[in-house]
């Protein structure tokens, strides 16, 4: 049981952080609302991958991490455990701030592509702070990773 945890817990890793640097490319490369046809695919695209890779990446990340230090008697008197759940909660909680605003304004490229939405309310719906929000969730998955891989060493 042991084993099929981590192999979830790393598999739901590689793809949250894979979603990221995806989403991180498009966000870079995503053309401006002015151009409704190319934002509208762009950002059709980036909810999509929101949806269907980063989200239940995420959640593949934290069900069985949980999972693992819950059913684990090692880990209970752990000092790491706490520091690993505390950025558990911080991806979670910011992956789904990431995620609800891609998915929205997915929604409402696609509503203003046909005719239904005014195109230059989508500037207005770009979330502030998107790109750093995914950066900042990428730099605390990789001291996840630092920290599964060497936590005796860092904190016992």
Avoid: Y
């Amino acid at each position: 049981m042991q084993r099929l945890l981590k192999f979830g817990h790393t598999m739901g890793a590689i793809g949250l952080m894979g979603a990221l640097a995806c989403l991180l490319v498009l966000d870079h490369l995503a053309p401006p609302p002015s151009d409704l046809k190319s934002f509208a695919l762009m950002r059709g695209a980036m909810a999509e991958i929101a949806t269907w890779v980063l989200l239940p990446a995420l959640l593949l990340t934290l069900v069985p991490g949980l999972l693992s230090l819950s059913v684990t008697p090692a880990f209970h008197n752990a000092g790491w455990v706490w520091a690993k759940t505390a950025s558990g909660i911080l991806v979670f909680a910011g992956g789904l701030h990431v995620v609800g605003p891609l998915q929205d304004l997915g929604r409402q490229s696609a509503e203003a592509l046909a005719g239904r939405l005014d195109p230059a309310t989508l500037a207005e719906s770009i979330a502030p702070g998107e790109a750093r929000t995914m950066w900042m969730l990428m730099a605390v998955s990789t001291a996840n990773v630092v920290l599964g891989i060497w936590r005796g060493r860092i904190l016992r």
